[in-house]
Structures are given as C-alpha cells and as structure tokens.
Nanobody
Framework: QVQLVESGGGLVQAGGSLRLSCAAS????????MAWFRQDRGKAREIVAA????????YYADSVKGRFTISRENTKKMVYLQMNSLSPEDTAVYYC???????????????????WGQGTQVTVSS
C-alpha cells in the first residue's frame, strides 16, 4: 500500500522560504516519478513541479520557475520542494503525488499520477 505524507507547510511572510517534504512508503520508490501539486480554494489543482524516477529530469510550472526546486533522495524515499521568494499567490494546499513510471517518454507535466498525500497548507502573508 502506497502512502505519501507531506510536511513542512505553514505561515510565512512574502519573500520568505519554506521546504516541503514528502515521505513515501513505497518499496520500489526509485522507480516512481514524483510531483508536487497545489490547490487554492475555488481553483483547480495545478502541477507545480515534478521529478523523474532517477532525479535527473525535472519539470516546473512557469509560475514557480527560478523560485522552487524539487529534489529527491531515493535512499530515504523522500521528495522535497524548496520554495523561495514566496508570494501570496503561492498560498494553497500542496500535495505530493506519485506514479509508478521509470520511463523517459511520458512528460512529467501530464503524467497521470496515481497516489496522493493528504496535503499540507502553505499560507503566504503580504
């Protein structure tokens, strides 16, 4: 059974930083593509960043490029999202997602992720 548990959310002032973590209980974690999504109230869920199984390919939404960094540690079964220069527009619930995929053809941005965490709230005050 796959479980994803996010942590690291909270309240931060505009311009600040947060680091989200996702702990994955997946026996074959190193064969999974991972992603971070976010959803604010009244808005559709959107992908923020994604990383392939080996960590050598990443994707970022235009809105976070240059500010957010996704990374993973396969030996620890962890995925991280370092968020810098946060703005109120980044306020949302952030979700970790996983897909059993170790290929290279399917774009990370449109991957049909199968497993989701419960989410962690990020609130950026102005």
């Amino acid at each position: 059974q796959v479980q994803l548990v996010e942590s690291g959310g909270g309240l931060v002032q505009a311009g600040g930083s947060l680091r989200l973590s996702c702990a994955a209980s997946i026996s074959t974690f190193s064969s999974y593509a991972m992603a971070w999504f976010r959803q604010d109230r009244g808005k559709a869920r959107e992908i923020v960043a994604a990383i392939n199984f080996s960590g050598d390919t990443t994707y970022y939404a235009d809105s976070v490029k240059g500010r957010f960094t996704i990374s993973r540690e396969n030996t620890k079964k962890m995925v991280y999202l370092q968020m810098n220069s946060l703005s109120p527009e980044d306020t949302a619930v952030y979700y970790c997602a996983a897909k059993d995929y170790s290929g290279t053809l399917h774009p990370l941005s449109t991957m049909p992720y199968d497993y989701w965490g419960q989410g962690t709230q990020v609130t950026v005050s102005s």
